[in-house]
């Protein structure tokens, strides 16, 4: 009995975490930062959910889309509040960031393919 006890605690803790950042939206509006990156890091969305490019905190400070997140400098082993912070607000494409919330991100550009004549 007490196996499955702590088994339906574990499984509850899991579950709030899951919901409670949702029900906070009812509360306290989410911020953003104005972009979406997948879980390689890949910036595929640089509007987020503004209205337009020029409304978007990302697009200000210079990032666009195929930009890539150094996710080696995102690891949360050995464990660094603010690094692993950092990355569980923005990977996955779901962002729950505080308003007035900053981060800093390190980013890699896509290789610049550069079209020419060969002598």
Same mark, same amino acid.
Do not use: H
């Given at each position: ?47 987020? $959910? ?10 200000? !400070?210079? #990032? @666009?889309? =195929? ?16 690094t692993?912070?950092n ?11 505080? $308003?007035?919330?900053?981060?800093t ?5 896509? !290789?610049? #393919? @550069?079209? =020419?004549?060969?002598?």
């Amino acid at each position: 009995m007490t196996r499955q006890r702590i088994l339906l605690i574990v499984l509850l803790a899991w579950a709030l975490v899951m919901i409670v950042p949702d029900v906070l939206r009812v509360v306290q509006p989410l911020g953003s930062f104005g972009f979406y990156a997948d879980n390689d890091g890949m910036i595929y969305d640089v509007t987020g $959910p503004f209205d337009a490019e020029s409304d978007s905190p990302a697009w200000k !400070a210079g #990032i @666009r889309d =195929g930009d890539k997140l150094a996710l080696s400098k995102l690891r949360c082993f050995p464990y660094s509040r603010t690094t692993c912070r950092n990355a569980l607000m923005v990977l996955g494409g779901v962002q729950l960031v505080l $308003p007035d919330r900053e981060a800093t991100f390190e980013l890699r550009r896509p !290789a610049t #393919i @550069r079209r =020419g004549r060969l002598p």
